[in-house]
């Protein structure tokens, strides 16, 4: 190692090695980044992207139904007979059965319930308003009375079983709809109802006004009343509320037990409905319990919660889903598919239904995350 020598001839100190730069000090969680350090910062999406997306997603469904009618109409097997006017009042008149117990589950849906029972409950009222005019010969005043009365007082049932005594809403209302089953086949002893019906409840339930089956209006003036309810009062708000989180609700002074057992009368009003339009539509009743009618009227009801408020059962979002499935049907049926089709495209859609509805309500709950 050599030295060097200072002015005065004596050694000189080598020079000091330059010291390292003082490593950063870690920050605290949640502490705002120094000014020495780099941030990546993901830029937003636009919001033209936001609304794009948005919107794509409520309204996904009506594209879906534009594009299933488009299909039929030009596949070669139905397009004789889908795209004609006969069959769309066929299509429709045949639906508001369906739409009407859609409606009927969604309000029980909204506030977090299922109601298996509506689809008896509709039998039950038709059997019974065509039994009463066909048996004892009551007037058709009568028996829509008595038909409506029972659906409300098997909603009432529901309702306090449920929302007072606390019981499963899936195992209560399975229990009802098994019991009026029986009570469906101890009242027709199995044979179907079709004598002295009356004429009138026939012609609404077959007759056109401006093209349009009659029964359609009726259904049409529900789902509006039942849009306003949800959609524009503090009742329906509330049901909403009791829906997505029940204990939040209760403590901030919403009924948690009187709302829901309004909802599950007013369900059963609307299937009591259901039953006196299903009496006017076959002329007459049969000894069906009315299963078959309750799973496309479920599907219809998540499907509808996939659409136009993504995540939240809706009224215009049930109908866009009956009409969904009701062409899908109707196309494959005039395309010549086999019995088996039909039960299989309902239990799909359902499937599908369930699992998209559940997602987006969730993702919803994460704040769209």
Known sequence: MTSTLDENGEAAAPPAAAEPAPAPSPQP?????????????????????????????????????????LFFCFLPASSATFPTAANLRILTANQTVTLLLALATLVPLVAGHFDFSVGATAATASVLCGGLMQNHHAPLALAVAVALAAGLGIGLVNGVAVALLRM?????????????????????HGRAISNNISPSL???????????????????????????????????????????NPRAARLIGISTRGY????????GLIAGVGGVVLTARTAGATADNGTTMLFPALAAVFLGATAIRPGRFNVFGTVFGVALVAVSVSGLTLAGASDWVNPVFNGAALAVAVGLSTYLRRRAGRGGD
Do not use: H
């Open 202 to 244: 026939i012609d609404f339930g077959s007759t056109t006004w401006l093209g349009i089956p009659q029964p359609a209006y009726l259904v049409a003036c529900i789902a509006v009343a039942l849009w306003y309810v949800l959609g524009q009062t503090p009742y329906g708000r509330s049901l909403y509320a009791i829906g997505e």
């Open 29 to 69: 969680p949640g502490a705002p980044p120094a000014a020495d350090q780099a941030v990546t910062v993901t830029p937003p999406r636009p919001a033209a992207g936001r609304a794009f997306a948005a919107a794509a997603e409520r309204y996904a469904l009506v594209g879906l139904l534009v594009a299933v009618a």
């Open 260 to 267: 829901p057992l309004l909802a599950f009368v007013g369900a």
């Open 168 to 188: 499963n809403a899936f195992v209560s209302t399975l229990a009802t709809a098994t019991i009026l089953g029986g009570f469906i086949q101890w009242y027709t």
